[in-house]
């Protein structure tokens, strides 16, 4: 069972551009949500998170959405750079479990 | 400060065989989680271990256990291996000391890639 989705399996931006990835849930139970970068032969790396409270995190480049009644949240990337280029997965979790996207690769040329 | 680090980094194994693969975790990190990840599924959450004891748990038969040291250095067995059981395992370390698991961020290790034949 899917629980987490993202929807597009690649996006391409241009450099300077916003990047915006996308994912879909349907377990109301999730109360955090996660983003994390992948580089190939490298373990995740966690980018920025966001609990049910809120509907927006903001880090720097990197800003998370979350809105609650559609089940949806989305990474914004503003403004995109090359070293951006990567896997993204989106993850939810509660105190019991947490799932993950399939990951959208990121494209961005200079 | 080292990173997470994972042993051994790659094994092949057969079908029927068990392995146990290890983590050690950045020091002063108390909660060690694994995930496996594959082609088809993606990424998925094992189980959380915090202070000795498994926390969390995510989807997984029996054949997938894991145990946490004093020292917290995490070990996961698999056992009765099956050729689905190929994967990146990877392990992830956090501070954090909440009921939930997830507000402290994770450091991964590189991963274990396990081959079964």
């Known amino acids: 069972d899917q629980q987490v989705k993202q929807n597009s399996p690649s996006l391409s931006v241009q450099e300077g551009r916003i990047s915006i990835l996308n994912c879909d849930y349907t377990?109301?139970?999730?109360?955090?949500f996660l983003w994390y970068k992948k580089y190939p032969a490298e373990g995740p790396t966690f980018l920025i998170s966001?609990?049910?409270?809120?509907d927006k995190n903001e880090d720097g480049r990197f800003t998370v959405f979350l809105n609650k009644s559609a089940k949806h949240l989305s990474l914004h990337i503003v403004p995109s750079q090359p070293g951006d280029s990567a896997v993204y997965f989106c993850a939810a979790a509660n105190n019991n479990d947490m799932r993950f996207g399939a990951g959208t690769r990121l494209t961005v040329k200079p | 400060k080292a990173g997470v680090t994972q042993t051994p980094r790659y094994l092949i194994k057969t079908r029927g065989q068990q392995v146990t693969l290890s983590c050690s975790p950045i020091s002063g990190h108390r909660s060690v989680s694994w995930y496996q990840q594959t082609p088809g599924q993606g990424l998925q959450f094992l189980f959380e271990?915090?202070?000795?004891?498994?926390?969390n748990k995510g989807n997984f038969p029996g054949r997938f256990s894991g145990r946490q040291f004093s020292n917290s250095r995490s070990e996961m067995n698999v056992s009765t291996l099956e050729l689905g059981d190929s994967a990146l395992y990877l392990c992830?370390?956090?501070?954090?000391?909440?009921?939930?698991?997830?507000?402290?961020?994770?450091?991964f290790g590189p991963g274990t890639r396990l081959t079964v034949l």
């Open positions: 377990n109301s139970m999730f109360d955090y």
């Open positions: 271990y915090f202070s000795e004891t498994q926390r």
């Open positions: 992830a370390s956090a501070t954090t000391n909440s009921q939930t698991s997830w507000d402290n961020e994770q450091f």
């Open positions: 966001i609990s049910s409270i809120k």
